[in-house]
């Protein structure tokens, strides 16, 4: 009887540890590059997050025109 719930106790840990492994390859392998970036952040909020995005691509954009500009001798 006791040799029966240790059986029974190991099957339930295996089948517990499939599944687990079987999310994990699920969460590893599918979707962007990105997902789940957030979730992974301490506690910033996600506006001011979107917010530094923003003006880091404004100021990628406004050196890729300055740049231009110089080489078109404007500036």
Excluded: W
């Amino acid at each position: 009887m006791a040799e029966e719930q240790r059986r029974d106790e190991e099957m339930e840990r295996e089948a517990v540890q499939a599944d687990t492994e079987k999310t994990e390859e699920k969460k590893s392998s599918g979707g962007s590059a990105f997902e789940g970036i957030y979730d992974q952040l301490p506690n910033i909020s996600i506006r001011s997050l979107d917010k530094f995005i923003l003006l880091c691509v404004i100021g990628l954009v406004a050196v890729i025109v300055f740049g231009v500009l110089r080489a078109n001798h404007i500036f």
